[in-house]
């Protein structure tokens, strides 16, 4: 399967997890892969990987909220790339807590990560995107954008925000051939997840009508369609990979 060759893939937040997953998901299927974290250790682990799968792979070490730092990385990106045909923007924190407790910094760090860094990638690429007429932007959103989650108001309002985000993107560069759409993973076994209470997971399979957790991978096959010849037609849309959480 090669239907992304000869295409640039950027994959924000690609250290671990499901950002890994999507960067080898869009190599597998021939797309040379931008690998961007926080850290350069993180980041260049995830590059040998796509280049162990015979891809050309950058590693790109950068705080998604800084702004000076994402325009210096995109600069340097597109210097030694020449194009960019896919955007992912999957970088994400959590710093759970109720309301009541919830810290100025706790509340501005997930926003800032979550929502801030797609908007300075996006903003970033936008005139690239527009100049050649095409390419593919992919937030990666949440199931708690969609319907809240207790002791997450942060991170439920960031993934919220990407989703009027993603639409609005959407309208704004569809005459000039660019698709925007997100994606809105469940509940999904992640490093990040792992940490939860088994008693808070037990609860939380009960709502999940197939009755499993998710995989980093189902959210990467997601991401590799709307990248594809399949998301051609689609921009705007939510695409929701939870297990039948949200209906």
Do not use: H
Not at 73 to 83: M, N, Q
Not at 113 to 130: C, D, I, M, P
Not at 141 to 170: E, R
Request: glycine share 12%; hydrophobic share 45%.
């Amino acid at each position: 399967m090669s239907f992304l060759s000869n295409q640039v893939a950027v994959v924000t937040g690609a250290g671990r997890g499901i950002g890994r997953a999507i960067a080898l998901k869009l190599a597998g299927a021939g797309a040379d892969v931008v690998c961007v974290s926080r850290t350069a250790e993180n980041s260049e682990k995830v590059a040998e990987e796509v280049r162990a799968a015979g891809r050309k792979a950058w590693a790109v070490a950068v705080d998604v909220a800084a702004a000076d730092a994402v325009i210096a990385a995109v600069e340097r990106i597109l210097a030694d790339t020449g194009k960019v045909d896919i955007l992912v923007n999957n970088a994400g924190v959590t710093r759970d807590g109720l309301l009541m407790r919830m810290s100025d910094e706790d509340w501005d760090t997930v926003l800032d990560t979550n929502l801030r860094g797609a908007f300075l990638f996006t903003k970033a690429f936008s005139r690239t995107f527009l100049r050649q007429r095409s390419g593919r932007i992919i937030n990666i959103s949440s199931v708690a954008g969609l319907m809240g989650n207790a002791g997450q108001s942060n991170y439920a309002a960031s993934k919220a925000g990407l989703i009027g985000f993603t639409k609005s993107v959407a309208r704004e560069f569809a005459s000039r051939g660019i698709t925007c759409n997100a994606v809105a993973p469940g509940f999904i076994t992640t490093d990040m997840t792992a940490v939860l209470d088994e008693k808070l997971k037990d609860g939380l399979l009960k709502m999940i009508p197939l009755g499993a957790f998710g995989q980093p991978d189902d959210i990467a096959e997601a991401v590799l369609y709307l990248s594809g010849p399949g998301g051609r037609y689609v921009t705007g849309q939510v695409l929701t990979v939870d297990g039948g959480m949200v209906m």
